[in-house]
């Protein structure tokens, strides 16, 4: 669904590589989570994917991007805006129209799609978001996990093969975000979505995703199953927060690469330590 | 801290409720023509009885609406620069005292007109009427944000106001230049926070496909009703009515 | 410069009697908060986005208003005061650095607050390198704050407010964004602000860095204190936490799991201690 090959890129005016020669490809219907500090070219390796790098921000680019068949470069935002939804970080900046309905709309009145079609879409999308309750409020009325939702129907109504997540929780509670990360997850297995989040709770996103891609300095230095990745002794050195059961785990010295990842999978890996000293 | 609910109250001031009555309901287009056509009228008149009908109608439609306290308090903003007009064209043109109250008045009868439209309409409706009037996407879409997000950049200027007072900051205290150069440590977060928010909005927008079609479809769309047909009759019969009394008055 | 004795005597440095509030709109935003704290107290505030945490901590530095009861400050009703004027005592670290930063350079963002609040010129001097130093922003001093990455914009902010050195810190989400090692620096910082006898507040989601600090809790849930006590209690508590909307700390429910008594462990090393305990006693 997605190939990444050999590419780089560096900002207009800045000579430090944000990316390089990164390679990544990513199958139909997998659930990736990219980690990794700030710096580390996350975000820059995501808008590399939707298009905005290069259409929206000039700079060095070398190497090729492939989504769904499409070169990158070679298409224009609006052909890539129906393969490619793109959630950003701050709710309040991605919500324009005066109501919710009119604002999942927006990607769809921009591309023409016929009013009934819209009409449609909309519905769907605010039922499969459940927030049909809230389809005439206005953006001022909605609390910011609310108007994550409605972000993520505004692209779900544009019917994307691949869903971007841009830190969708870092301005919302963990109960919230819990909520929501559950929800991508759903959405997954009702639409066959490809998912790549950037996320830094990782105790939340490690048991929904498939795989996790750890960045720094502009290259990918571990990718794998999430066991995989938190059970290397130096993830927390490339800016990654293990979550403090792996911690834990770590310094008993547990499980190799089938690290317990939460309480209960620790507490039956003790169990089983437990039973094989008895006999 | 007058200065805070001050500024808290036009924020909300742009997020408006929106009105069920009558006047609410009617196709905005039509609520367009209604509000020019008294304006015209107005604008043709040069007799205070005539005006002062207009301004009459204005306040009923204004009654029916039931904005009447939201429309006092602009209004005693517009009669205040209708006084000052009236004052003006006394002392410093060679205008009879008649023609300076015509002035005057009819000052406010133009302004009260406009903004009845203004009033009863939705930004979702000013939106639907300027693509109506076809005007070009781009700056109907300058229109949107900015409604959508001056209350929320002046909610941001109130954050920053708090950090700086935490900071020491005393706003209220100090002669003209210091209190000149307080702006600094407002101003500068701001334009970076308007700037921010403007990026990102960018990015959001060109991720929605922000442009692609030439002719952008619509969820919603305007559309005449018999009430609206209705309205407009009677709007082209007073405005007949109108310029007939405006012309018969200047030519007698 | 109006400053605040310390002489008088109190021994509640902070204290909320029956407090409301609400917003000039008319939305209560509090209810009936009463609590007190102690001199040299840690304490944290945990509640869901619009509990009221945020809206609670800005009376304690003047910038909100109670609209009934009393909140005092070092003993005194902090209404008669403004929030310039108490802010030279209870320093509020704000969640977003871009709310605050304008200066042309670092160093002359950490001397804005320090001029604002009447030091003299020496002491200036000598609390913006001190400041400069602790927080590892040397290198940066004479660049504009804007040039810093969103983690170093923050650590400025921890920097410049205690440049002034306040009796009491409210930190604001000091976590968010902050990788590891910088997380370790905020804990050591707020252990030495302790040991000098400063009380801290802090307003956070985020859980796993609270649990290993073990400070007195406050849970808020819709405007009031749905819980207020020891951590160890009250973190443990399913059904106060359910109502606060907080998820528990993966050691308390890990020790849940393994059926441990309270007090559960506070870090992983001691974990690891009742762990490796536990598995020696079953060998014998």
Known sequence: MIQVSNLSFSYYGSERAVLNKINISVKKGEIVLIVGHSGSGKSTLLRAINGLIPHQHGGEYSGEVIVDGMKVSESSMSNLATKVGYIFQNPENQIFMFSVERDIAFGLENLGVAQEEMRERVDWALELLQIKHLALRAPHEL????????????????KPKILILDEPTSLLDPFTAKTLVELVKNLRSTLGITVLIVEHRLDLVAKICDRIVVMDKGGIVLSGSPKEVLSDPNVSVHGVTEPTIVKLAKSLSLGGSNIPVDPEELRDSLGQIRTNRVS | MSLDRKMQWIAQGFLFVRGHTVVHR???????????????????????????????????????????????????????????????????????????????VRLFAVISSTSLFFLTSTPDELEHVMKWMRLPADFVMVFVIAVRFVPVLLLDALQIMDAQRSRGLEFDKGNIFQRMKNVIPVMVPLIAVALNRSLDLAEAMDSRAYGAAKKPTSLYHLALRRSDYAMLGIVLLGVVIGVYVSLYLILF | METVSIEESYDQIVSFENVDYSHPNGTIALRNISFQLKPGELLAILGSNGAGKTTLVRHINGLLK?????????????????????????????QNPNNQLF?????????????NFGFMEALIEERTNWALKTF?????????????SGGEKKRLCVALVLAWDPEILILD?????????????????????????????????????????????????????????ECQETLSNESLMSKGSVLPPQLVEFSRLMGWSLPFPASTFEAKSLIEKATTRTRM
Do not use: C
């Open chain 1, 143 to 158: 609390s910011d996990g609310q108007k994550q939702r409605v972000a993520i129907a505004g692209v779900i109504a544009m």
């Open chain 2, 26 to 104: 009617l196709d905005p287009r039509v609520r367009l023509i209604t509000s020019l056509s008294l304006f015209s009228v107005a604008l043709l008149s040069h007799s205070v009885e005539e005006l002062s009908i207009i301004i009459a109608i204005v306040l009923t439609i204004a009654g029916i609406a039931k904005i009447i306290k939201r429309f006092a308090k602009s209004m005693l903003f517009t009669a205040v620069i209708a006084l000052i007009a009236f004052a003006l064209n006394l002392f410093f043109y060679p205008t009879s005292p008649h023609q300076a109250v015509v002035f005057g």
């Open chain 3, 173 to 229: 989400e000091p976590t968010v964004g902050q990788d590891s090692e910088q997380k370790e620096n905020l804990v050591q910082i707020v252990k030495l602000l302790l040991s000098q006898k400063k009380t801290v507040i802090l307003v956070t989601h985020d859980i796993e860095f609270v649990w290993p600090l073990q400070p007195r809790v406050i849970l808020m849930s819709n405007g009031e204190i749905v819980a207020d006590g």
């Open chain 3, 103 to 115: 200066e042309q350079s670092v160093k002359k963002e950490i001397q804005f607050a320090l001029r």
């Open chain 3, 66 to 94: 109670a609209t009934h009861g009393t909140v005092k400050v070092f003993g005194k009703d902090a209404k008669l005061s403004t929030a310039a004027k108490l802010s030279r005592k209870v320093g509020i670290v704000f």
């Open chain 3, 136 to 148: 590892s922003l040397a290198e940066y001093a004479d660049r504009p704050p804007m040039e810093l």
